[in-house]
């Protein structure tokens, strides 16, 4: 074993693609077997109640990247790049001295991908509704044809092009051996990677797990690791959306191709079964990639961190995958998502169970490094948290899926749709799975009201924009919004 101590922490962010909390095994699901995960959180803290800015891959990156809230940063959906003006994660280490790795999905747009690494090796997304392996990254299909694997590709592609592919919702074994899948080949690469540092610089790793994003294909042996039976369907499959607004069952009939009104629940047990074992993948990746910090003697000097990019319906309400931009949903189960950091010199074991927000990431590894946190971040330092101190942090959380605007308090939750007679409110304390609507009821009229007044002012005091030159100093919109009530009683 040979031992790197640069004089600064290396920093690893592994992140899932479309990986609810609610499925990995320490934060409290029975069924599924994500010991790796589990591990990384008995050695770290894990952030119990972490939401995405937006349920949508592309803008989730983002907005976890820089910092930013969509809103700000310009990253809106998946079809929208960030600003070019904008600072993610990547060029702030590498202003900090440290060379910069982005390894599988990056999913930043080509601009800022050039300019958040200093090396990449680049899987892309598996894209669920392409019928050939050409929408992969030229880095991945150039391995997979030199070792191989690029006919089981091309077999797992031609089954996109199948009827029974989509009356089944995209769940189907697929035929590339485990050893080639897209997960193995970014972990494998990730701990390439690892082995090959050796001078004393620090590195930041930003590792891309394709998985569990839709389809639902994970190969064999992933693929039988669950029985059908074993899936924990939601109380919510089988209830209406009467209550909703309109766009919910408009989705639920036409919103990815397929009609979900014709989701049954054997088919949506077989969808699960999948799902677990392509998280169980994942898993297997994040304890490599742990085991090859560990056998070139840098575990006490590196930072480790884990997260998804947003959730998955995977059931509710008797739908699959994600809001999308003509369909937007804001649903806790497709914003909440595992966050777990540990340092070498934080805190272990910890669980902290306020919400907090995913933009927060950001920020945290930069206090966690010791690295300079610039004024336009709007995410919260949470460095603090992690190495076993208490601080406060903010008591409502803030999502958005385009217009659509979302903020969740202590009791009570607000999906606004301007414009519109329809929109939501929950009581998330009597009614976590958010099963009935009360944002029509007269008798929570104050109630609506109040959450709109809050609404508003988050949305006018996360505004941040970016200026030029300016006789204030950075960031003059933090003391600008604030500066008019300075004196008042």
Known sequence: MRTIQPAKPNVILILADQLRADCVGCYG?????????????????????????????????????TGRYPHVNGAISNHTAMSDNEVTLGEHFIGAGYQSIGVGKLHLFSKKEEASFSVTRQSGGQNSDAVTPDCLHEDYKTWLRDNGHWPAAEQAYDIHATDKYWEDFQANVNPIPQEAFIDTWVGDRAVDFINE????????????????????????????????????????????????????????????????????????RRAMALYYGAVSLVDDQVGKIVAAVAANGMSENTIVAFSSDHGELLGHFGMLTKGIDEYPMLYDVGLRVPMIISSPVGAAGHSFTNPVELIDLCPTLLGCAGTVIPPEIQGQDLSPIVHGETISVREAVYSESGAVKMLRGPRYKLVYYPGQPFGELYDIQEDPHERQNLFGRDEYRSVRGDMMADLLDRLILTEGPRHGESGRGPAYWRTLYGRAFEDLE
């Open 29 to 65: 699901n029975s069924v599924i077997k994500t010991p790796h995960i589990d591990a990384l959180a008995a050695r770290g803290v894990k952030f119990h109640q972490t939401f995405a800015q937006h349920p949508q891959c592309a803008p989730s990156r983002a907005a976890l990247m």
């Open 197 to 268: 540092q050796t001078d004393e610089a620090p590195f930041f790793m930003f590792v891309g797990l394709p998985n569990p994003h839709t389809p639902f294909d994970c190969p064999e042996p992933y693929a039988s690791m669950y029985a059908d039976e074993d899936m924990p369907v939601p109380d919510t499959f089988f209830q209406g959306l009467e209550d909703k607004p309109p766009i919910h069952a408009k989705f639920k009939r036409q919103g990815r191709r397929v009609n979900y009104e014709n989701l049954t629940e054997s088919k949506l």
